[in-house]
């Protein structure tokens, strides 16, 4: 059942999900925050035409998508939980002293059996062409405009009641599998992440699209962690228009939009957000396209000043 699911554009009532509804000031905070960046709520399930079948094929790929949000993604993000919470902390405890446990043996036999299993080259594979068409087919509902930087037009009722996880698997499987184990024999990056990459960053163009700001931090965590890994070619990944002219302007709004998350840890995570940003922008800016980007940015004064008031 999906209903219950968040939506990418969610209502009013489905933002409990990440506002501390003990706080009033910070609901009326947060309201003031999506009136500045001009979020509207339109996703009205009453807009929706519902019909009785959608086809087959499109049954089939729905299904595939729940079933890897269920099964696999879900099993990614727990095995990275694992290792950045267990095993590293213990495997440099192990190092440190010379002397591995009972306790360390289990857990290292533990990863051994999960990553066999999880990252075996032919389901990567797979899975990354699943996300891959499924970046495609967003990237059509959200039918971007012909500017740059890019913008897009006012998202249909039947993409806001799109569930989140369509974006937010294919954040997390970026990170958790992608990002952990990119030598896989097989899987041509440069033909796989740019389309993904371009996806990505048209939801995290536009706060109407996207609502949860959560996400959106997760997107720029995604897109750091691409650009700045060793194994990844990012004169290649990140060459598409839509990076190159939009995404330095697109991290700078989100710099300080990011200001404002509803969570009841807002004064925390918005710095967490904007590290992400900055390891990105790092990184780009040695590039000479989006060096270039940087410098025509400044020349919208307002985004300038913003901007560097939240580095101030």
């Given at each position: 059942?999906?209903?219950?699911e968040a939506k990418l554009a969610s209502s009013d009532e489905e933002l409990s999900k990440?506002?501390?509804k003990r706080n009033q000031s910070r609901i009326d905070e947060w309201n003031q925050q999506r009136k500045n960046l001009g979020?509207?709520?339109i996703a009205d399930p009453k807009q929706v035409v519902k019909k009785d079948s959608y086809g087959f094929t499109t049954e089939v790929f729905f299904l595939l998508v729940r079933c890897l949000n269920l099964g696999l993604v879900a099993d990614f993000q727990k095995f990275a939980s694992f290792m950045n919470s267990q095993f590293f902390p213990e495997y440099d405890r192990v190092k440190a002293t010379g002397s591995p446990t009972m306790e360390f043996d289990d857990m290292d036999r533990f990863r051994s059996v999960q990553h066999t299993i999880l990252?075996?080259?032919e389901i990567v594979i797979k899975v990354s062409r699943v996300f891959q068409y499924l970046a495609d087919w967003l990237i059509d509902q959200l039918k971007p405009l012909n500017t740059t930087p890019i913008q897009l037009g006012t998202p249909s009722s039947e993409l806001s009641l799109q569930p989140e996880f369509l974006v937010s698997d294919m954040v997390?499987?970026?990170?958790?599998?992608?990002g952990y184990h990119l030598n896989v024999h097989g899987l041509d990056l440069e033909l796989t992440l740019p389309k993904i990459m371009d996806c990505l960053t048209m939801f995290l163009s536009s706060p109407n699209h996207l609502h949860n700001p959560h996400l959106r931090t997760d997107i720029v965590h995604c897109l750091s962690t691409i650009a700045n890994h060793s194994k990844v070619n990012g004169a290649l990944v990140f060459r598409t228009p839509v990076l190159t002219h939009s995404l330095i302007p697109i991290i700078l709004r989100f710099y300080y939009e990011i200001e404002i998350t509803g969570s009841h840890t807002?004064?925390?995570?918005k710095f967490t957000?904007?590290?992400?940003?900055?390891?990105?922008l790092t990184k780009l800016i040695s590039y000479p396209d989006y060096f270039k980007s940087l410098r025509d940015s400044f020349n919208d004064r307002v985004?300038?000043?913003?901007?560097?008031?939240?580095?101030?």
């Open positions: 059942d999906l209903g219950r990440w506002i501390d979020i509207v709520d990252f075996d080259t997390h499987f970026v990170i958790n599998a992608l807002q004064f925390f995570t957000a904007r590290s992400y940003a900055q390891r990105l985004l300038f000043v913003k901007f560097v008031d939240k580095i101030l």
